[in-house]
């Protein structure tokens, strides 16, 4: 595969349970993204990982955890979440070499929670 | 305020009624201004990079040309495929982050 993958691309469920999103990227990239989308908002940044250091955002709440095992791979864990979580979950990816490239988007997670 | 605005929210074109979508913003310290295209359930597909003003790119049907305070993106005698949100990202700022606007919406009617 090429490119930005993630899974699954569709994702129902309660606000009791405990998913993972999956990303990976074929790209030999070095900084990898997860964003949120949402009807009419701009794209909201969550969380960076360059070179495998997370950049925080004291905004994203808590029940959201993300984990980067390789420059290759990146999760983001799901728990108690709520309603207004549901949304499209896209990951991205780019080379960073001393300034922020261009960015490279996955497919996205549709994701709701009931 | 570091901020993106795209006009129109949402436009509609006959096939071949050529026009221009804008991507104003207020960030400082440009250092590169992104337009994307995302279709519908998809993630946005990367077209274009401009890094200082006066650049132009051209693929196929779409020119995005950049100033200092804005750009635009140029679409010639559009077809229906070219239906889609067009989104613009500005990179600038404090901690050189990323900033995306809310999209353009374009509906190209055979």
């Known amino acids: 595969e090429t490119g930005v993958t993630q899974t699954p691309r569709h994702l129902v469920m309660g606000m009791t349970n405990k998913k993972s999103l999956k990303c990976e990227q074929h790209?030999?990239?070095?900084?990898m993204y997860w964003y949120k989308q949402s009807a009419k908002k701009p794209l909201e940044l969550m969380f960076v990982?360059?070179?495998?250091?997370?950049?925080e955002n004291n905004s994203v709440p808590s029940r959201f955890s993300p984990e980067c095992p390789n420059s290759s791979h990146l999760f983001l864990h799901l728990h108690t979440l709520q309603p207004e979580d549901s949304a499209l979950y896209l990951c991205?990816?780019?080379?960073?070499?001393?300034?922020?490239?261009?960015?490279?988007f996955g497919p996205g997670t549709r994701l709701l929670v009931l | 305020e570091d901020q993106v605005t795209q006009s129109p929210e949402a436009l509609r074109l006959q096939e071949g009624e050529s026009s221009s979508l804008n991507c104003s913003y207020t960030?400082?310290?440009?250092?590169?201004l992104f337009w994307y295209r995302q279709d519908p359930g998809k993630g946005p597909e990367f077209l274009f990079t401009?890094?200082?003003a006066g650049e132009e790119k051209e693929k196929e049907r779409l020119k995005a040309t950049l100033t200092k305070k804005e750009s635009f993106l140029h679409i010639t005698a559009p077809k229906p495929e070219d239906s889609a949100t067009y989104l613009c990202?500005?990179?600038?700022?404090?901690?050189?982050?990323?900033?995306f606007g809310t999209g353009t919406s374009l509906t190209v009617i055979p």
């Open positions: 790209l030999g990239h070095n900084a």
């Open positions: 401009l890094y200082s």
């Open positions: 990982y360059n070179f495998k250091e997370q950049t």
């Open positions: 991205a990816s780019s080379q960073e070499s001393g300034r922020k490239e261009t960015q490279y």
């Open positions: 960030v400082s310290g440009l250092r590169g």
């Open positions: 990202a500005v990179q600038g700022g404090t901690g050189n982050q990323f900033y």
